[in-house]
């Protein structure tokens, strides 16, 4: 996509500075000497669900790292309820509330269903019944299975863990990496009406998806990256009207 | 071979084993966590048995010590050669692998930092403690206290026997009951993600060079009990446990354990069967049939699967 005028600028402004939760302002991140992102401006208001999209190695993953601290940006600031985060290691941005679901969902192969959950607890001296038992909840097959090894669940499994995983350290902004990543449609349905209903129960969702209609489909805004810059953003369903968006994304031949 | 024979090298080997299971799990955990073969770990055993002979010195047993002091010195020796081994390890991670990690630096890099440490390290205890072995003050008067199927167990061999499977099975507890122990577990499978959930890596690092450190050094106390201190003594048993670890699998502490108890009972079965000058031959010739068949160790290398 040659074409990469912007859509409109950013309409992130929010309408009140209260209501921000994560600001990025032109981010700049580097691979050595690569440039992957080149100036990123994105911002997250409290209860939103934020789409991210964008086609392979156009930045989203290396967008959602820089935010939860495993990577620094040479330029630009992350800031989160208005303070500065960037140069913060994760290990202690877990206390801030962010959540993190990485790309490939990673769960801890060797442990079991409830291992891997009170992983997710680490942050807390004591994990938090009500916290087990609100992922139980939601991922009924993970109720089932808490004595198996993680690694021998099914995809759609490890993802649902993942996500529990994140969801046991009480995040107030929960980053999800391509969670229908390799996922049968049927599975990915039920991932994402759990993601509404995580996002009803109260946690602000950034969404990073190549699914773009299904992500748009459920989120309030979207971002798109190409190759490292914000190439459109804007309310979700002008997004997915956009015939650019329908073109390079939604696979429709040019409108 | 008679059969009281056999009896009398099987409870051998498997004290002897016990021992080397002990030096095993410090290579096992930090390979673990880290990825990395600590070849200065032979010298975390040898300076934990200097610790125990600088506290012996210190507190200077006298003749026929009764049995309350006994113990005492027993005990005190032990956290002499326990607080040397933790702290040993713990600066070796400190001073030589921190400032590697923070760079990224290629695993070769770590390797010869490895072993530059190690003999940066005996080196030094050479030159600060003499190069002439010496014996460890007698603590108790030794006599057997029972025997095994026929075989004489003395004290030493029973002190060194119970001490190494108790420090075992605190060990499994601290890593499957303990949330520093799921660290460990969680940093060995994934650091990045374990980082993600809030572990401070560094921190769970350095507790588990400490750990690695404590038995090391207790191990280097109880083989100096049976044997002698000196500078060089690090390097056969810490050759021939790093062999164990493999041989169970590395990154398996279970694993270190089989590993040593089964080195421990070849190696000693050598002894009347091919001859003494055999014995380090046999623990060698133990890692290559394994490497050759199942190169990922018996009980398969399970790296962050710390149990
Ligand atoms: N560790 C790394 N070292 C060097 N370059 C990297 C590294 N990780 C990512 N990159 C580069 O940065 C760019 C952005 O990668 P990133 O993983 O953020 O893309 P992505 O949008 O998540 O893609 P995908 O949808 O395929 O996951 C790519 O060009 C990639 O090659
Ligand atoms: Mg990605």
Redesign the pocket.
């Known amino acids: 996509m040659s074409t990469t005028t912007e859509l409109r600028k950013d309409t992130g402004t929010p309408d009140s500075a209260e209501e921000t939760l994560l600001e990025l302002c032109s981010m700049h991140v580097f691979?050595?000497a690569?440039e992957?992102l080149k100036g990123i401006d994105l911002t997250v208001r409290k209860g939103e669900i934020v789409a991210l999209l964008?086609?392979?190695?156009?930045?989203?993953?290396?967008?959602l790292r820089t935010i939860s601290g495993m990577l620094q940006p040479r330029q630009g600031e992350v800031r989160y309820r208005g303070e500065r985060i960037d140069g913060i290691k994760s290990h202690e941005l877990v206390q801030f509330g962010i959540g993190h679901v990485p790309?490939g969902r990673r769960v801890f192969a060797a442990m079991t269903v409830r291992d891997n959950l009170e992983m997710g607890a680490y942050r807390f001296s004591s994990v938090d019944p009500a916290d087990m038992d609100r992922v139980f909840t939601l991922f009924p097959r993970l109720a089932e299975r808490r004595s198996q090894l993680a690694g021998t669940l099914s995809g759609g499994e490890q993802q649902m863990l993942a996500i529990g995983r994140a969801l046991m350290g009480e995040p107030e902004l929960l980053l999800l990496d391509?969670p229908s990543m390799g996922l049968a449609p049927l599975i990915v349905q039920q991932i994402f009406e759990i993601i509404e209903e995580i996002n009803k129960q109260g946690t602000t969702v950034l969404l990073?998806e190549?699914n773009a209609t299904q992500a748009l489909g459920l989120a309030n805004r979207g971002y798109v990256?190409e190759t490292?810059s914000v190439a459109m953003s804007g309310p979700a369903a002008e997004l997915l009207s956009d015939p650019r968006i329908r073109e390079a994304y939604l696979g429709e031949g040019a409108a | 071979m008679s059969l009281q024979e056999f009896w009398d090298y099987l409870v051998l080997g498997v004290m002897l084993g016990s021992l080397y299971a002990v030096i095993a799990i410090g290579y096992t955990l930090v390979y673990g966590v880290l990825q990395l073969i600590n070849f200065a770990h032979s010298e975390v055993f040898m300076l934990g048995a200097y610790g125990s002979l600088i506290v012996l010195q210190l507190v200077s047993p006298g003749d026929n010590p009764s049995v309350m002091a006994s113990i005492g010195f027993v005990a005190l020796a032990m956290a002499g050669s326990a607080l040397f081994g933790g702290v040993t390890a713990y600066g070796l991670e400190k001073v030589a692998y921190r400032p590697l990690r923070r760079r990224g630096a290629p695993r070769l890099i770590f390797l010869i930092t490895a072993i530059g440490a190690s003999f940066f390290l005996y080196n030094l205890a050479g030159k600060l403690f003499g190069r002439d072995p010496l014996p460890l003050p007698e603590m108790y008067e030794n006599r057997e206290i029972f025997s095994l199927f026929g075989a004489g167990v003395n004290i030493t061999q029973l002190l060194q026997f119970a001490t190494a499977v108790v420090m075992m099975v605190l060990l499994d507890l601290v890593v499957n009951r303990t949330k520093l122990g799921m660290g460990i577990r969680a940093v060995a499978q994934d650091a990045e993600v374990a980082g993600l959930m809030g572990v401070n890596i560094d921190k769970v690092v350095s507790r588990t060079f400490i750990i690695g450190g404590v038995l090391g050094g207790v191990a280097g106390f109880l083989f100096a009990n049976l044997n002698q201190v000196s500078y060089t003594m690090g390097f056969i048993p810490g050759i021939t446990a790093f062999a164990a670890a493999v041989v169970g699998g590395i990154g398996n502490i279970r694993g270190a354990m089989f590993g040593g108890v089964l080195i421990g009972i070849v190696e000693t079965m050598t002894v009347p069967l091919l001859g003494d000058e055999w014995r380090s031959v046999s623990a060698m010739v133990v890692l290559i049939l394994v490497l050759m068949f199942r190169p990922m160790g018996i009980l398969g290398e399970r790296v962050g699967r710390a149990a």
């Open positions: 691979y050595g690569i992957a964008g086609g392979n190695g156009a930045g989203k993953t290396t967008t790309e391509e990073v190549q990256l490292g």
